[in-house]
C-alpha cells in the first residue's frame, strides 16, 4: 500500500498573523491618529489658501465688512477676524476641535458657535446674507490628489503590521 503525507509549515505563524490583522482592522486607531494629523494640516492649507487647497475660491469680504473689521483693529484676511475657527481645525489644544476616535471611526471637525449656530456650518454653507466659504472638503474629489491613496496605504501597512 502506497502512502501520501503532506506537512504544511507555517500554518501556526499565518494563523497568528492573520489574527494580528484581524485585530488591526477592528482597532484602527492609530491611523485615525494620522489622517486627523494631515486633516489639520489640510486646514492650515485651507485657510492660507482662501480655499483653493480644497479646489475652491473664498468670495472677497464686503466692502463694508472689510472697512467695519479694519475700524475695529481684526484681521483682513477672510475667515480670520479672530482666529478661533481656523484653530478650531488645525490646533488639536484647540478646545473647540471636534476630534473623535473610535475603533472603526473618525469625526473631524468644528464645534464652534456663534449664538445658537456652528460657525463652520455657516461658512461651509453661506446664508442669505454670506456667501459660502467652504473650509472642509465636501468629496473625496476636493480633497489634494494622493490624499486618498495615501489615506487607504496607511491603513493597509497598519492592518498587516508594517508601520504606516
Known amino acids: 500500500m502506497s502512502e501520501l503525507k503532506i506537512t504544511i509549515f507555517g500554518v501556526e505563524h499565518t494563523l497568528k498573523v492573520l489574527e494580528g490583522a484581524a485585530h488591526r482592522i477592528a482597532h484602527l486607531e492609530p491611523v485615525w491618529e494620522d489622517i486627523a494629523t494631515d486633516l489639520m494640516s489640510l486646514e492650515t492649507k485651507v485657510f492660507a489658501s482662501e480655499g483653493g487647497a480644497i479646489g ?4 472677497a469680504l464686503s466692502p463694508a465688512y472689510a ?82 491613496p495615501r489615506w487607504l496605504n496607511w491603513i493597509g501597512k497598519y492592518v498587516v503590521g508594517e508601520e504606516a
Open 56 to 59: 475652491v475660491t473664498w468670495p
Open 67 to 148: 472697512r467695519w473689521k479694519a475700524r475695529h483693529g481684526f484681521s483682513q484676511k477672510i475667515l480670520e477676524r479672530t482666529g478661533e475657527l481656523r484653530r478650531s481645525l488645525t490646533e488639536k489644544s484647540s478646545g473647540d476641535m471636534v476630534l473623535e476616535i473610535t475603533p472603526d471611526s473618525l469625526a473631524f471637525g468644528t464645534a464652534l458657535m456663534v449664538g445658537s449656530w456652528f460657525l463652520g456650518t455657516l461658512h461651509q454653507e453661506g446664508t442669505r446674507r454670506m456667501p459660502a466659504r467652504p473650509i472642509m472638503p465636501e468629496s473625496e474629489q476636493q480633497l489634494p490628489a494622493g490624499t486618498v
